[in-house]
């Protein structure tokens, strides 16, 4: 079977038209017919759709370009490279760790490769609650279908690691359901690495399929480019205004950009979206930028297994349990999903938060953790709305994220089904992520342990690497951003196609549900502005401002 070209090994042969804003020198004005802002899955596959229906697409990214040609498996290089903030952003409080990807392709470029449709209860309550039309399961399936063809989405045909056969063991020991995890992979060397790159090119993220793809259209692509504003004009956005980034892809330059574009799409994601319409003045009569902003807390328990599971080898996420998600219904109590991470031992270490001997001794058992995750389903209850993003003194975004005490309850039960899973499965000890938790050699003790604990921020382990809502998509203007197709509802040109539009979390992982979604809306885009190109006999690249 022939080896696939890399990403540098395309852009030579089709003479990709890319441009590093840090080589920058002067101010430039660039014109298109559809300027993208964000390279993530939303970004991706609208910049596919729309070039090839022969528009003109700018693509903007705040990361750098990163390719396999880079990606070693080295964690405090990746981390670095191709995170927001090198992998430290974090709740406004600090007491919730944010994973978000910060690279050409965005996260699809670090995630694990999980790939869900969207659950059929969630669709059904964004109908129902939230006035979302076109999405109900029967008219997003031909959507999903398209894009698991296109990004190769299968169940996990090989056995699952050491890792993933825990949370497997320990459900069937409990007689709870389980299944196999599908993933966005074609010949995948099951390395383990996925959280920092795939360097055999097999992760179908963006940047290897959608992106490529475009740039072979002609599409343009600036990185190390920040959308610092939007420019608006009555009832329209006239162009984005970016800031050039030096080549630490943090500080700006000096140089500015200003790309016009009839049509405007914004795909940062949650968090980065929405926070641009907000630096941008944008219109916002309700009071409805930035919030609902639903993440997906997630817990995590670990466990010390008898035999090695070396948990940074093989397929992260290959099998996961709805058994706790919907069991009383959409707006019960707070449902969610187990799955296993990998741990490799730096951002393992970090996630563990020990220090000094407890770190040296727990990391000399390192190949035998084991730890499984509970992802938090929040969004759906009236005492889970999700967070508020804002802009700090600097105009950088930060989310404030809240805990409340129905959401507690569900980390208390997940620590609870966690441990259960574990020792099940043949655990010798298990520690819930907790501060005030220790290592239990029996469940009988972990259980009464995690009865008693303070759930508190700061004390509770809480991270997350599922970004949702923050422009939320619905009819009604009064509690929505944009409306079904994802056009803002204040200016008639400017979209929003990411997972910023959901009006809660999923309850599954999201990239394929951000996949399809965007595939449905650019398609509608795309069919919009069908004979719309403006520049495509006579494409200007870019000229100096006057």
């Known amino acids: 079977m022939a080896v696939p070209d890399t990403f540098k090994q395309l852009a030579q042969k089709h003479a990709?038209?890319?441009?590093?804003?840090?080589?920058?020198?002067?101010?430039?004005?660039?014109?298109?017919?559809?300027?993208?802002?964000?390279?993530?899955?939303?970004?991706?596959?609208?910049?596919?759709?729309?070039?090839?229906?022969?528009?003109?697409?700018?693509?903007?990214?705040e990361g750098g370009l990163?390719?396999?040609?880079?990606?070693?498996?080295?964690?405090?290089?990746?981390?670095?490279?191709?995170?927001?903030?090198?992998?430290?952003?974090?709740?406004?409080?600090?007491?919730?760790?944010?994973?978000?990807?910060?690279?050409?392709?965005?996260?699809t470029v670090v995630n694990w490769t999980s790939s869900f449709r969207?659950?059929?209860?969630?669709?059904?309550?964004?109908?129902?609650?939230?006035?979302?039309?076109?999405?109900?399961?029967?008219?997003?399936?031909p959507w999903f279908t398209q894009m698991e063809e296109r990004l190769k989405v299968e169940k996990w045909a090989i056995e699952p690691n050491a890792n993933n056969q825990v949370l497997r063991n320990g459900c069937e020991a409990k007689q709870w359901s389980w299944d196999v995890i599908p993933r966005n992979v074609s010949g995948c060397w099951n390395i383990g690495y996925c959280g920092m790159g795939c360097p055999t090119n097999a992760k179908q993220s963006m940047l290897v399929t959608t992106i490529p793809a475009a740039l072979?259209?002609?599409?343009?692509?600036?990185?190390?480019?920040?959308?610092?504003?939007?420019?608006?004009?009555?009832?329209?956005?006239?162009?984005?205004?970016c800031h050039a980034l030096k080549a630490d892809g943090v500080t700006p330059s000096g140089v500015k950009l200003r790309i016009k574009a009839p049509h405007i799409v914004l795909a940062g994601g949650a968090i980065n979206s929405?926070?641009?319409?907000?630096?941008?003045?944008?219109?916002?009569?309700?009071?409805?930028?930035?919030k609902r902003t639903t993440i997906h807390p997630v817990t995590a328990s670990v466990a010390t297994m008898p035999n090695k599971v070396e948990a940074f080898y093989g397929a992260p996420q290959s099998i996961y349990s709805d058994e706790f998600q919907w069991r009383n219904g959409a707006k019960g109590d707070m449902g969610f999903k187990l799955e296993v991470p990998p741990v490799h031992p730096g951002m393992g270490s970090q996630i563990l938060g020990f220090h000094g001997d407890r770190l040296a001794d727990t990391m000399k058992t390192f190949p035998h953790l084991q730890a499984t995750i509970a992802l938090l389903r929040d969004g759906f209850h009236e005492q889970s709305p999700g967070g508020n993003v804002e802009l700090d003194h600097a105009g950088?975004?930060?989310?404030?994220?809240?805990?409340?005490?129905?959401?507690?309850?569900?980390?208390?039960?997940?620590?609870?089904?966690?441990?259960?899973?574990?020792?099940?499965?043949?655990?010798?000890?298990?520690?819930?992520?907790?501060?005030?938790?220790?290592?239990?050699?029996?469940?009988?003790?972990?259980?009464?342990?995690?009865?008693?604990?303070?759930?508190?921020?700061?004390?509770?382990?809480?991270?997350?690497?599922?970004?949702?809502?923050?422009?939320?998509?619905?009819?009604?203007?009064e509690n929505s951003v944009v409306n079904s197709d994802g056009r803002f509802h204040w200016a008639e040109n400017l979209w929003v196609i990411d997972g910023s539009v959901f009006p809660t979390s999923i309850g599954a992982n999201p990239q394929l549900s951000i996949y399809g979604m965007a595939l449905k809306q650019a398609t509608a885009l795309a069919k919009r502005l069908e004979g719309a190109s403006l520049l495509s006999a006579n494409p200007l690249f870019m000229k100096p401002s006057v």
């Open 16 to 61: 990709f038209k890319m441009t590093d804003a840090s080589q920058l020198d002067t101010d430039q004005v660039v014109e298109a017919d559809v300027v993208i802002v964000g390279t993530g899955a939303g970004g991706g596959v609208t910049a596919e759709v729309l070039t090839n229906a022969g528009l003109n697409v700018v693509l903007i990214e």
């Open 118 to 141: 969207t659950p059929d209860q969630t669709l059904a309550h964004w109908a129902t609650e939230f006035g979302v039309q076109g999405f109900t399961s029967a008219e997003m399936a």
């Open 274 to 290: 929405p926070a641009l319409l907000l630096r941008s003045d944008a219109p916002d009569p309700h009071d409805r930028i930035g």
């Open 396 to 477: 950088q975004p930060i989310l404030d994220y809240s805990i409340s005490d129905y959401m507690w309850q569900a980390v208390r039960k997940s620590y609870r089904v966690m441990a259960e899973i574990q020792f099940e499965a043949g655990a010798e000890r298990v520690y819930p992520l907790h501060h005030d938790a220790r290592y239990y050699t029996d469940l009988k003790s972990c259980l009464a342990a995690i009865d008693k604990l303070p759930l508190e921020l700061h004390r509770t382990r809480l991270m997350t690497a599922h970004l949702m809502g923050g422009c939320t998509m619905g009819n009604n203007p």
């Open 66 to 107: 990163n390719t396999s040609d880079n990606f070693n498996m080295d964690e405090a290089q990746a981390y670095a490279d191709l995170y927001q903030e090198s992998a430290g952003r974090a709740t406004k409080d600090g007491a919730i760790s944010i994973f978000q990807g910060r690279t050409v392709g965005g996260t």
């Open 216 to 241: 072979q259209k002609g599409a343009r692509l600036f990185y190390r480019t920040r959308a610092h504003r939007i420019l608006f004009s009555e009832h329209k956005a006239e162009a984005v205004e």
